[in-house]
Structure formats: structure tokens, C-alpha cells
């Protein structure tokens, strides 16, 4: 009886999960036919399953933003990019992409859940600078199109989890490098949760480092994609959330980021909480205190200007 309810709550989440996306506009990133780098193969094909409430999606070639909008009288002029996680390998869309979209809708900030491609050599080349590309086109069409969905091209942050928030990390250090590289791709501000920051061996996430390098991988990619490294003046704000029981990414990720932004003199504030573990997002019942971050980030985006 409580396996059949398990399955009848995970099948309404899928269905409202599949209803909010059907409402939004679903924007292409590039061009039909002229994705960079892509390599044409029917072998690698795009999937979606629901287990245990989780939605992941795998083998992602085409890349989409889904863009949730508020109402023309609600709307604050902010936006935010999400970067669902998945170490690289799947997204969690719904969790870590629609269900903090619709949070943000409802308090007038514009949220677009970026649906990037998965590093797959059989799919594209140079599989490492892929993720940061799709990042850098979605932050562009966001701007461009800035006066149709009520943004102010100067409130665009981005948010991330786990390797999704590697990836934002990533756009927040590298916008002004390598392919694509433009101001229009730099993030005003970043949200990053329970992060992967960096590649080195002693606190890096292994599946999501070898997961982006793949066969590529070498001492100057891992330095090169290690993001407390590469922090300057030029890198936005960011808003950090991490639980020190996370056994999958440790704790020192979010921290080396933090001190890397502190002494740049780049404002960060950063909550550490005791219990939460991995991949909670704001399914947060039975872990403690992890359930107020939503209230702490909402502090932090009206101090900064951000939110009303």
C-alpha cells in the first residue's frame, strides 16, 4: 500500500511538474542546425525519468532555457538563471530547476531553468567547454531580450547546484574567457548551493570533474576549471549554502570559494549548517535548521538590491 502511494505522489509530482512546463515558454539556445561543437549521433538520445520524486534528464545534446515569468505588475526587474545538478551526467530538473523557478515567479523575479548539455564525447567536441557556452548563450538571450520579459539587463544572477553550481561558478569566473567569452555573458550576482567549486583531488567531486574533462582531463584543465582559482575583482557577488554532513561535495568547496571572494574584496556571504547532506534543495523536512536558507537567501537578494 505504501509502495502504490509512493508511485501515485511521484506520477502527480511528474504531471504538475510537466503542466507548469507546458505554461512557460520553452526558448531554444542557438540556431537549429548551428549548435557549437555538436556532433551529430543518434546513439545519444535525450531522456526523462521520475524516481522517488528526483526528475533527471540525461543525454542532453539540445539545449533549451525554460522561462518562467511574472506578471508585468509583480515583476522587480531581476532575473536568475538556474543551473540544475546532476554531476555533469543527468540534470535534476524539477527539485533544483522548476521548483525554485516558481519561487521566484512568485515573488516577481524572472527565472529561466537552463537545460544545458551533458559532456559526451560521442555528442561533441571538446566536451569540456560545452556547459560553459550553453551558460554564456543563456545569460546573452536573457539580456537581449530583456525589454519583452520585464528584466533589467543589470539585476541577471545566476544560481546553481552542485554541478550546476560548478557551472555557475564557472560563468561567474570565466565569462570574459575562452569561447563566447563577452560582458553580456557575466552574471550581476550568483547563488550557489552545496556547490562543486573545485577540481583538485583533496575536496573536488570526482564524478563531476571527470565527468566535464573527460579524456581531456590534465593538470591545466583541473587548475584551469578549480574556480576558487580563478576569482578576480571582476567576479559578481555570491550567496552560498552548504550542509557540513555533505559527504558527496565536502563543505571546503563553498569555503575555499568564499575566502577566494573575500580576499578579492568581492561581498559573499555564506550559511554553513550542520545538517542537510546532499542535493536538499528546498526539500529540507526532518534536517534541522538547513529549512531556513530560502529565508536567508531572501534577505540577502532585498539587501543587494535585488528583490523588493
Request: with cysteine; proline share 6%.
Amino acid at each position: 500500500m505504501k509502495k502504490d502511494l509512493r508511485t501515485l505522489l511521484t506520477a502527480g509530482l511528474s504531471v504538475l511538474a510537466l503542466t507548469a512546463m507546458a505554461q512557460n515558454e520553452v526558448v531554444p539556445l542557438w540556431p537549429e542546425g548551428k549548435v557549437p561543437n555538436a556532433i551529430q549521433n543518434s546513439a545519444v538520445v535525450e531522456k526523462s525519468e521520475t524516481t522517488n520524486g528526483i526528475m533527471r534528464i540525461s543525454g542532453v545534446t539540445v539545449p533549451t532555457m525554460t522561462a518562467y515569468i511574472p506578471a508585468k505588475d509583480k515583476a522587480t526587474g531581476a532575473a536568475v538563471m538556474i543551473c540544475p545538478g546532476g554531476g555533469y551526467a543527468i540534470l535534476a530538473a524539477q527539485h533544483e530547476g522548476s521548483e525554485l523557478a516558481e519561487w521566484f515567479k512568485e515573488r516577481g523575479i524572472a527565472a529561466f531553468v537552463l537545460k544545458y548539455r551533458l559532456p559526451n564525447a560521442k555528442a561533441m567536441t571538446n566536451q569540456h567547454e560545452v556547459p560553459l557556452m550553453d551558460a554564456m548563450q543563456g545569460m546573452k538571450l536573457i539580456r537581449q531580450n530583456a525589454g519583452k520579459w520585464n528584466v533589467d539587463a543589470n539585476k541577471v544572477g545566476v544560481m546553481g547546484f552542485s554541478a550546476g553550481g560548478h557551472l555557475a561558478a564557472t560563468l561567474s569566473t570565466h565569462f570574459n574567457k575562452g569561447a563566447g567569452a563577452s560582458e553580456d555573458a557575466k552574471p550581476n550576482f550568483s547563488i550557489l548551493l552545496y556547490p562543486v567549486i573545485s577540481f583538485q583531488p583533496a575536496i573536488s567531486h570526482g564524478g563531476s570533474r571527470d565527468n566535464l574533462l573527460g579524456a581531456a582531463k590534465s593538470d591545466e584543465l583541473i587548475r584551469y576549471y578549480s574556480n576558487e582559482l580563478q576569482v578576480d575583482a571582476s567576479t559578481p557577488p555570491a550567496f552560498l549554502v552548504h550542509a557540513e554532513d555533505d559527504t558527496a561535495v565536502p563543505v571546503e568547496n563553498s569555503i575555499e570559494y568564499y575566502l577566494a571572494l573575500k580576499k578579492n574584496k568581492i561581498p559573499v556571504e555564506m550559511h554553513l549548517y550542520p545538517r542537510g547532506g546532499h542535493g536538499f534543495s528546498m526539500r529540507t523536512d526532518g534536517k534541522g535548521s538547513v529549512a531556513n536558507w530560502p529565508v536567508a537567501m531572501e534577505g540577502w537578494l532585498q539587501a543587494m538590491g535585488w528583490m523588493k
